[in-house]
């Protein structure tokens, strides 16, 4: 058995109950669930249509993002996110680059590196040696001036929590910033990257390891060995092509408003609702929702 959920952006473009009918209809679906009025609904059916990829395409249009998965299973017991563009609106780098003057030519980096253009590690280092002799007390004035949470994560976190679910933030950016995310959105525990910081200043190096790809899909298998679950048990989010391995690995792999290259390798992409749209695909109603 499959389930299809359908769902928008909440607060924008309304889920038209006559597109569910008929797309249900069209599949074959059971009687449609409506997880919240106006914004979410699913359905089962027996099997994978033809027309899967073809519909998307059509809904996309419509701000209606579509996700087809296996019905069993869905309700993940742990939550593996990315920071920077998912559990954050920005880039944490490029805040810092802005702040010391070479934000464009590190945010071109950035955009390079997320898409699958660069090397992550060697963009990594070119990027932070560009703010060197950066005061270390950006960072702190950057968190609280710059950085803005992704709306739907609090709830996402919290509702995960409330019914069992462990909470791992994984980035590549830096911990001066995840540590601060992770306490504010209730994350179990946070893993990233340490910029090397000397008599109150940026040296431009980053301490090694370099947290990158390989390093996320590590986060995963250790973590979900520590709890003694499953890769089947795990969703995992994320935008950019470090978090392709983790996605791949995941039970459930959601490209959250992805880079092309990065939404076209993963079979469920979230581009017009927020991460509440990680609980409509696990089942959750919107009455479910809680929040730290």
């Not at 898409?115 to 960072?139: H, Q, S, W, Y």
């Not at 994560?153 to 069992?164: C, I, K, Q």
């Not at 792999?253 to 017009?272: E, M």
Request: aromatic share 6%.
């Amino acid at each position: 058995m499959f389930t299809t959920t359908l769902l928008t952006a909440p607060g924008k473009a309304a889920l038209d109950p006559s597109l569910v009918e008929a797309l249900r209809g069209a599949w074959g679906g059971t009687t449609a669930r409506w997880l919240a009025p106006d914004e979410a609904a699913e359905f089962d059916m027996p099997s994978v249509p033809d027309t899967r990829w073809s519909s998307w395409d059509e809904l996309q249009a419509l701000g209606v993002d579509l996700i087809v998965q296996p019905t069993e299973g869905r309700r993940k017991k742990m939550l593996l996110a990315d920071m920077d563009s998912t559990m954050i609106q920005q880039e944490c780098i490029d805040e810092l680059a802005d702040e010391a003057g070479v934000g464009p030519r590190v945010a071109d980096i950035t955009a390079r590196a997320m898409n699958g253009e660069l090397d992550f590690e060697g963009a990594l280092r070119e990027r932070v040696g560009l703010l060197k002799d950066l005061p270390a007390t950006v960072i702190d004035k950057v968190q609280a001036e710059r950085i803005t949470f992704m709306p739907g994560g609090a709830e996402l976190v919290a509702t995960m929590r409330a019914n069992g679910g462990y909470a791992a933030l994984v980035s590549g950016g830096f911990n001066a910033f995840t540590a601060k995310v992770a306490a504010e959105l209730g994350f179990d525990e946070n893993r990233a990257n340490t910029l090397d910081i000397r008599d109150g200043k940026l040296t431009g190096q980053v301490v090694d390891p370099i947290l990158g790809r390989a390093a996320k899909v590590a986060a995963l298998e250790e973590i979900s060995a520590r709890l003694g679950l499953e890769h089947a048990d795990v969703i995992a989010v994320g935008d950019g092509a470090n978090d392709l391995g983790m996605l791949e690995l995941a039970g459930s792999g959601v490209a959250l408003h992805a880079k092309p290259s990065v939404a076209a390798q993963c079979d469920i992409r979230v581009n017009h609702g927020d991460l509440t749209a990680l609980l409509y695909l696990q089942g959750y109603a919107k009455s479910d929702f809680r929040r730290a």
